[in-house]
């Protein structure tokens, strides 16, 4: 089992920047690990934000290019979300995950809430 834990959440004006925080219960990366990014909005479904593969590969989705940025820090079984000029359409509940040889697992997530 492992459990995520975000944090960084909160209400910002649009334009402003938001730094998103995952870690891990126990160390879980690998070549095969991927973490990612997921958003939420109401009435909506769950939707790529970005992803990082073992390898450091990175995917992010079309909405968030050049705003976003993923990044990790293995000794710290963390992953990081930077957002910056932010839009009041990125405002939902944005989700941790981790696909590991153990399984697929989600954090409780975090509300962004982004003020116009």
């Known amino acids: 089992q492992v459990q995520l834990v975000e944090s960084g959440g909160g209400l910002v004006q649009a334009g402003g920047s938001l730094r998103l925080s995952c870690t891990a219960s126990r160390s879980i990366f690998s070549i095969n690990t991927i973490m990612g990014w997921y958003r939420q909005a109401p009435g909506k479904q769950r939707d790529l934000v970005a992803r990082?593969?073992?390898?450091?590969?990175?995917n992010y989705g079309d909405s968030v290019k050049g705003r976003f940025t993923i990044s990790r820090d293995i000794t710290k079984n963390a992953v990081y979300l930077q957002m910056n000029s932010l839009k009041p359409e990125d405002t939902a509940v944005y989700y941790c995950?981790?696909?590991?040889?153990?399984?697929?697992?989600w954090g409780q997530g975090t509300q962004v809430t982004v003020s116009s």
């Open positions: 990082i593969t073992g390898g450091g590969s990175i």
């Open positions: 995950n981790a696909d590991v040889s153990s399984g697929n697992y």
